[in-house]
């Protein structure tokens, strides 16, 4: 647990946060928070990391400490799931997590016996809720670009339909060349508030890390190294459980395929919340036979962002379906509960999905005017790595 003489002290910590795509709304709640999850040595050190990937010597400088004394709590930072440590080419570069999606969720991805985690979860939850107007709901989906997209149920796609790879969470798990899975940050954090998923779905080994940063998340306990085979079982399981699959907003390299339901998720929850352009949506909607739908209602319980509803029934007259295609997520994720193959997924034109993470970051640093200084930063260090400053 952080020891904070005053939680004025988190200012510079928040700040840096701030730097981000996705910030942290300051409050009180947040100072709770932060000053649970650093240590006051951890949060200066975090409120002094560049934008950019670092090196130990990058940080030395940045912090004014010596290695001795910054390593140790690097490593700790690591082990909490504050930083990133990334090898490439034999040199170790560190990276600060933002709060969402960072170390929020891995708080709660591991096992935890160093924090107060019933008074986390409580935290997280009132202050991811509070206010959805003006609060975190606002800074995490207010941009025109989302940072996560949904991706489609590819057995109920048509067949006149080209799914591209990175649509497919099947082919994202193939081309991946790591792959981990851990337990779901949402519904183990619900467990410590005395609640349980309402669909029952699992809370163990159900969401899905890949890359680079499974790698990272595999070596610091936070996931387990999977095949390509478990990986696509657990994508079988979630399917059972009309769980909605939920990305990065990227094609190159995903590192995430998290299995979602509307009562636990917190990224279905900003839907619900009424944030309905929220998460990126796969490029389809949901379609209905008129003619056969008997309006039972089913797909209505499976839909994870309440985007379907029944017209009243008029004497013995079958209600209507009804589907509010600026809600639909494209998942496809009700459609096994139809037992008359009336529901289907149709092309639905998107915006394009940008290519890489960077790309991704850039366009909500512009959306947001905090583009500046993440360019003028990564000059910097461009150029002083160019002069042999490590």
Known sequence: MGHHGAKENLVPLIDRLNRYPIGLFDNDKLRQILAHLFSEEEAYVASCFPLQESTIGELRRATRMAEEELWP?????????????????????????????????????????????????????????????????????????????????????????????????????????????????????????????????????????????????????????????????????????????????????PSFICNCCSCCCELLGGVLQGYTNGIAKAAYTLAV?????????????????????????????TPKLLIDHEICLGCGACISKCKTDSLSLKPHPRPATPEKKK?????????????????IQGLKTKLLRSLGVK
């Open 289 to 317: 036979n008129g003619e056969t739908c008997l309006g039972c209602g089913m797909c209505m319980k499976a839909c994870n962002v309440k985007a379907l509803d029944l017209t009243p029934r008029q004497n013995k007259e």
């Open 73 to 253: 709590i690097l490593e700790s930072m690591a082990d909490k799931g504050l930083i990133m440590d990334l090898t490439y080419g034999g040199t170790t570069y560190y990276l600060l997590m933002p709060g969402l999606i960072g170390f929020f969720e891995f708080t709660f991805m591991k096992q935890r016996a160093d924090l107060p985690v019933e008074e986390l979860a409580r935290l997280m939850t009132e202050y991811l809720y509070d206010d959805p107007e003006q609060g975190q709901a606002r800074e995490f989906f207010g941009s025109t670009t989302q940072l996560t997209r949904a991706l489609p149920y590819e057995e109920y796609i048509p067949v006149s339909s080209v799914v591209t790879t990175y649509e497919s969470a099947r082919e994202i798990i193939k081309q991946s060349s790591f792959g981990a899975i851990g337990q779901c940050y949402c519904r183990h954090k619900k467990e410590h508030l005395g609640k349980s998923c309402e669909r029952e779905a699992p809370v163990q080994n159900i969401c899905i890390s890949l890359g680079t940063a499974a790698k990272f998340m595999t070596r610091r306990g936070f996931a387990t190294q999977r095949s390509k085979e478990e990986l696509l079982q657990i994508i079988a399981t979630a399917r059972e459980y009309n769980l909605t699959h939920i990305t990065d907003n990227i094609r190159h390299k």
């Open 359 to 375: 790309d991704l970051f850039v366009k909500i640093l512009k959306e947001k005017g905090r583009f500046r200084p993440f360019l």
